[in-house]
């Protein structure tokens, strides 16, 4: 590769976003941009690629925020809505580019197909409808987006299987609760690390704060970034100044590079 990788945080917020409707939480009603969090997501650029993780009820907004012009693939951790409710909106990238292609386990691909399945639909499709090309990702199959290969680490999310993805030395991890030693091994080495963190108190799906910056601290990245937050983490002025050196809070249009 001639150029890093351009990581560009497109969402950094919990299934409800950050302020949530209707909410008189301090957090929620904080004047810091940083503070305010669409659904969690990133694009991963390189060499003229785009790949996103994720397509939540956001995309569109996060799309045209960005400017972004062509897409080259979407990567899925799960099924959950905050993760895919913005497939339709893939519509204007379809229409320049033809079929999306999509990357996702057997069982997220089987859900899509049921909630879009006029997306899917080989016959009487209606006019105007997006199509998608359909990839189905196994843990211990790398595979191939652009020209860098991805590799599938398998994480748990309460009881739901989900899926990370390590791209050279960057790896993305949301919705994780717990992961086994022998998918951590596909991480150990990596320079950047980002993985959810909840909130202070435990969470039966999530890791809270505790327990992400112990996953950071056995993995040892160069640096780690913290996403998928809920406004119960707190200010990020005031959070981000407790975190240990190298460990920094994500926030929506933050931009890195490895």
């Known amino acids: 590769m001639k150029e890093p990788l351009k990581i560009t945080f497109l969402g950094t917020g919990t299934s409800q976003g950050v302020p949530v409707i209707g909410s008189n939480h301090p957090v929620c009603l904080s004047k810091d941009p940083r503070d305010n ?8 650029s390189w060499e003229g690629y785009n790949y996103v993780v994720d397509c939540g009820p956001d995309f569109r907004q996060q799309m045209l925020r960005h400017r ?3 897409l080259d693939g979407i990567l899925f951790t799960h099924e959950h809505a905050d993760h895919t409710a913005g497939l339709d909106d ?5 229409f320049r580019q033809g079929d999306i292609p999509i990357f996702a386990h057997q069982r997220v691909a089987d859900s899509l197909r049921k909630r879009f399945d ?3 639909a080989e016959a ?5 409808a997006p199509a998608v090309e359909v990839n189905i990702v196994k843990k211990d199959r ?6 860098i290969a991805a590799i599938p680490i398998e994480a748990n999310h309460n009881r739901i299987q989900v899926f990370g993805f390590r791209l050279l030395d960057f790896t993305y991890l949301t919705d994780v609760k717990t992961i086994d030693e022998a998918e951590k091994e596909k991480i150990y080495g990596t320079k950047v690390l980002v993985v959810n963190a909840l909130r202070e108190e435990p969470h039966h799906s999530h890791f809270n704060l505790e327990e992400a910056l112990g996953f950071i601290d056995d993995i040892k990245p160069e640096r780690a970034y913290l996403t998928h937050i ?3 983490l707190g200010f990020h002025e005031e959070v981000e100044k407790k975190l240990p050196d190298g460990v920094h809070l994500a926030y929506d249009n933050l931009v890195i590079e490895v």
């Open 124 to 128: 009487n499709r209606y006019p105007g």
């Open 68 to 70: 972004v012009t062509r």
């Open 37 to 44: 969090r669409l659904r969690v997501s990133i694009m991963i």
């Open 142 to 147: 790398p595979f191939k987006i652009g020209d």
């Open 90 to 94: 893939i519509r204007p990238f379809f």
């Open 230 to 232: 809920s406004h119960l």
């Open 118 to 120: 006029y997306i899917f």
